[in-house]
């Protein structure tokens, strides 16, 4: 029960990663709100954790929208009466080589992933700076050293680790703490999308990066959630601005 009394928001929390948090956050007791542009999925998780005693509010969103993350804050404070955690998960892949990028695809990808974890963090602070008390885990990626056929992409996630350690020196006087996870190859329908761009079998793919990670498999989105949560836990009260590779050594 570490998390007893805290009330922690997860963006893309309906499915993937997002959603192993989510379930990792209240089986240790927090009240979650499940933000998803997805609301379906949301929904279906948040009945999930009540059925098993837990407390959780679904509330649909796009975080790329300011309006529609004023509004996650106010649900979230509406029904839980505070802010104590805020996840980045929310997110998209897009493919292209540099040279076919369309202005959708690049805008999509940077609004969603820089612009959606900035404007999160914007609100989030807001409420946590009054409290002097808050934890911030934004997801970026390995890609931040720059994927092939993903510019977008790559840019949005090393942004977000340049913004990890912004936010860290900006609020670390008020008891703030940010930090951000690197996932590597983790089994969500994001690996999926990439075996599909290539025209690869996914078993074919999922063999072929497997064999570039020393641990020599792929991770799981519960793996990802335990690295997550521990960061948000007073055990790493004393890590802040910090990037993790989540990625079995690749
Ligand atoms: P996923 O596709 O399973 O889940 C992403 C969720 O984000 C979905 O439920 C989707 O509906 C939601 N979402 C998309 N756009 C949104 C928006 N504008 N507003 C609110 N919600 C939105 O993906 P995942 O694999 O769980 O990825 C979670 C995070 O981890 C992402 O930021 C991703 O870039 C990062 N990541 C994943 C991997 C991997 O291998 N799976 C690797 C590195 C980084």
Redesign the pocket.
């Known amino acids: 029960m570490r998390f007893k009394d805290r009330v922690a928001i997860v963006?893309?929390?309906?499915?993937?990663?997002?959603a192993a948090t989510v379930r990792r956050f209240a089986q240790d007791g927090a009240a979650v709100v499940i933000?998803?542009?997805?609301e379906e999925?949301a929904r279906e998780l948040a009945a999930e954790i009540e059925q098993g005693g837990g407390r959780a509010l679904a509330v649909g969103?796009?975080?790329?929208q300011r309006s529609s993350v004023e509004a996650l804050f106010e649900a979230a404070i509406e029904r839980f009466g505070q802010v104590d955690i805020l996840v980045?998960?929310?997110?998209?892949?897009r493919f292209n080589l540099v040279q076919d990028v369309t202005d959708d695809e690049w805008n999509a990808v940077i609004d969603?992933?820089l612009k959606?974890t900035f404007l999160c963090a914007q609100a989030a602070q807001k409420v946590m700076v009054p409290r002097r008390y808050g934890k911030m885990v934004l997801?970026?990626?390995?890609?931040a050293r720059g994927y092939r056929a993903r510019i977008h992409?790559s840019a949005a996630?090393a942004g977000i680790q340049a913004m990890t350690r912004v936010l860290a020196i900006e609020l670390g006087a008020f008891n703030i703490n940010v930090n951000a996870v690197?996932?590597?190859?983790?089994?969500?329908?994001?690996?999926q999308q990439h075996a599909d761009w290539l025209h690869k079998d996914y078993e074919t793919f999922k063999a072929e990066v497997i064999s570039q990670t020393p641990l020599q498999r792929a991770?799981t989105?519960e793996e990802q959630a335990a690295v997550i949560t521990f960061l948000c836990s007073d055990d790493a009260g004393f890590v802040t601005g910090e990037t993790l590779a989540v990625s079995g050594g690749i």
């Open positions: 963006t893309g929390g309906g499915r993937g990663i997002g933000a998803d542009l997805d999925p969103c796009d975080v790329s980045t998960c929310a997110g998209i892949l969603t992933h959606g997801l970026s990626s390995g890609a992409y996630k690197a996932p590597g190859f983790v089994e969500t329908r994001m690996p991770g989105p």
